[in-house]
């Protein structure tokens, strides 16, 4: 359902790549952006570029540092290699609903940022895990700058009003 923001109520989230293969039998190394990293594994199947039957974990391991695993119809290296770099996505619809007052980083994406003066600073392009906190990326389209604010609720961010596609900070217009 597109929204007038360009936004989709139910989009796909990216949660991870494949990395490439891992030794000579198929398997692949998964690179995951879901915490913790074998969580990527609890939502099947994944949606994956140039696979429309989606793709199918047969069985998966931590290998050291690494997470490997098997994949329906990826049966030798070659097929694993040909498939290296494939962003791995679910349906929006796959995921828990947030508890309050906490968003998954896509719903997010495409909210206007608004100050307490009422100023447009922009529209959110991304988020940035910055250790100590995450960071919102905005693209101020009349200048083609981008600004960095971080995402600190009730000292820096005061509201997320998603239905509106808003969110209110605390961040003069001046420090940007």
Known sequence: MPREDGRTELGRIELGRIAGPWGIAGWVR?????????????????????????????????????LVARLEGVDDRTAAEAIAGVSLSIDRGQLPEPE???WYWRDLIGLRIVNLQGEDLGRVTGL???????????????????????????????????PSGTIEVDWDSSWI
């Open 100 to 102: 309050p007052g906490s």
């Open 30 to 66: 998964i690179h995951s952006r879901t915490d913790p990293a074998e969580n990527i594994f609890d939502y099947q199947p994944w949606h994956a570029e140039g696979m429309p039957e989606g793709v199918r974990v047969l069985e998966w391991r931590r290998q050291g540092h690494r």
């Open 128 to 162: 940035l895990d910055a250790g100590a906190h995450d960071v919102l990326v905005a693209d101020r389209s009349e200048s083609g700058s981008e600004v960095l604010i971080p995402f600190v609720l009730e000292k820096v961010v005061k509201s997320v009003d998603l």
